[in-house]
């Protein structure tokens, strides 16, 4: 039986470094996440398996390459301060909170929140990400504006408050613009009020709903 380790170190060099991401932090980091550890009992078995693992209810974690692509078109450094929306299980705040300063990952799902809150604790990395319960499509004004947007569910347009929310002298946001079964990863970068767009890549996120409010 390999080690996880070696099936880490397996997946980073096969699926991401074999297929064009050559980012070396990225690498890094996504060879230091515990992916397994994030991912629960019943499938662990397939956590650097290339393809999404589900993860609670139908939401899922997205594949390894998906992920490592997400955090490498952001262009994350230190002084980064990270939103994520959809934080899911938490594993890629775990990712991008390697790369940046600080990651506020809101999630809707109690549930979820609870789940990456646990799995970010065990990966010691608490107090580099703050799980939010909310929704997510209103962003997080509060610590608004941020550098780096990465929305991990799909929507046929881009939420204007997430542009609003992000920084205006070149902030970058990635974001899986289209419907259920057709989607485009978007890159979009802001700079005095300009926004930019690029097509990634063909994706399939699980939706991003809308019109969600706290229980509290
Ligand atoms: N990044 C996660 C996977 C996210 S899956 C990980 O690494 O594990 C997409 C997540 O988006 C799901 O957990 C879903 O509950 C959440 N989601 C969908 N709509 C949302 C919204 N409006 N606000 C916040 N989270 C939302």
Known sequence: MPSWEQLRNEMVEGQLRGRGISDERVLQAMNQVPRHEFIPNTNRGSAYADE???????????????????????????????????GGSGYAAAVMALLARHVYA?????????LARSNLARAQLTERVTVITGDGTLGYQHCSPFSAISVAAAAPTIPPILLDQLYDKGGRM?????????????????????????????????PLRAGWTSPN
């Open 52 to 86: 999404p693992q589900p993860i609670y209810s139908q939401q899922t974690i997205s594949q390894p390459y998906m992920v490592a692509l997400m955090a490498a078109s952001l262009e994350l450094n230190e002084t980064d301060m990270v939103l994520e929306v959809g």
């Open 106 to 114: 809101i999630e809707r799902e109690p549930a979820l929140v609870n």
């Open 174 to 206: 990635v974001m899986p613009v289209g419907h259920a079964h057709g989607q485009d990863l978007q890159l979009i970068r802001k700079c005095d009020g300009e926004i930019k767009q690029w097509s990634v890549t063909a994706c399939r996120f699980v």
